[in-house]
């Protein structure tokens, strides 16, 4: 199988290595290299990777499937061409930083019957997995409400790079954290949705010299009536990323850091329920999905694990909090504002 990679940035790179090592022939178009930008290209790509110099005669020969791997606004464009010319796509989160074209791809997508999943590797996570299906058993009894969040210094993110010179410093890019940490708005549709109603607020912080928003408070309703509050930011001095659900009958905590999700009971002490198994580590969220893409392919009726019905209902939710913000107002997903 032959793979196209477009885009050989942090996670570029990170999916052009996990291909690898699932056997798959990579091929690779540098965004960089192309304009004439040859730093860094010997440790950019492994000797066994095809650098590819033009992006429209890649797409169009013989790789079988397209990684999307390039900055957000340039996402659609890119998996349009691809899907136009019968490739199979892997599209990295968030779909896009607007609905322009995403009606096209969807369609585009229907007709040719193509394989197409979205990058929320996050729904592999085996305490998340564990946690859906606890959901669906009932035993948490009637969900009331949610809290999520995740938050990070941004100039800690990458060491050795600039972030006020990276995409999540623009908003023209799709930057901020809103689009940056969609993970999170993904997890509440995909455990407890859909989303009826967005209400957001942001705040722009000058220590971190980029014009995106730096902080968001997001509050989401469900078609059940469960509430959500998910919390984003750029500015967390350590990392941080957590989940807590409460139902009638106990309350449901997941610490990614620690890799346990804990069940409190009225009346007793929180108890460890479930643990990631022994030699977890993060790139094993992107390397399990990667490989069910690859699979999904060879085998189109199985499910897919993060579908892009769900991607563009998720980019809906993260448009209705930019909208709220912006006209301070509830502001329901199917309603966006194109």
């Known amino acids: 199988m032959n793979i196209l990679v477009v885009g050989t940035g ?10 690898l090592a699932l056997g798959v ?48 606004d340039q996402h659609l464009a ?5 899907v136009r010319l019968g490739k199979h796509v892997f599209i990295e989160k968030p779909l896009a930083a607007s609905l322009a074209q995403v ?12 394989v197409v999943e979205a990058g929320f590797m996050l729904r592999h996570h085996p305490n998340l997995r564990w946690m859906q299906s606890y959901l669906g058993s009932g035993a948490l009894g009637e969900l ?35 689009f940056d940490l969609i993970h999170e708005l993904d997890l509440v549709h995909w455990l407890v949705g859909p989303v009826v109603d967005v209400s957001a607020m942001t705040r722009v912080v000058p220590a971190l ?8 408070q997001i509050g989401l309703r469900m078609a059940s009536g469960v509430l959500a509050q998910v919390h984003l930011d750029y500015v967390r001095p350590g990392y941080g990323r957590e989940m807590e659900l409460v139902g009638r009958h106990g309350v449901l905590s997941w610490d ?7 069940l409190a009971r009225s009346g007793a002490a929180p108890e460890v329920v479930h643990r990631v198994p022994d030699g977890f580590e993060r790139n094993t969220l992107f390397r399990d999905h990667m490989a069910h893409f690859l699979q999904r392919i060879e085998t189109p009726a199985l ?13 809906r939710i993260a448009l209705a909090a930019h909208q709220s913000d912006r006209e301070r107002r509830f502001v329901r997903p199917d309603d966006v504002t194109p």
């Open 144 to 178: 009331m409400h949610l809290r999520a969040s995740v938050g990070q210094w941004l100039p800690d993110w990458r060491p050795g790079t600039d972030h006020r010179q990276g995409y999540g410093a623009f908003r023209a890019q799709g930057g901020g954290v809103i």
């Open 25 to 72: 022939d990579v091929r690779a178009f540098s965004y960089r290299a192309a304009a004439g930008d040859s730093s860094g290209q010997p440790v950019l790509l492994d000797p066994r990777v095809r650098l590819v110099g033009d992006l429209a005669q890649a797409l169009a020969s013989d790789v079988h499937a397209v990684v999307v791997a390039n900055r957000t």
């Open 303 to 315: 499910e897919a694990s993060s579908p892009l019905a769900d991607a563009v209902s998720v980019l």
């Open 10 to 19: 942090s996670i570029g790179k990170r999916h052009i290595a996990n291909l």
């Open 103 to 114: 009606k096209e791809l969807v369609g585009a997508v229907c007709d040719q019957g193509l």
């Open 78 to 82: 890119v998996a349009l061409q691809a």
């Open 256 to 262: 990614y850091t620690k890799g346990t999700v804990s």
């Open 209 to 216: 010299e980029i014009e995106t928003e730096g902080v968001a």
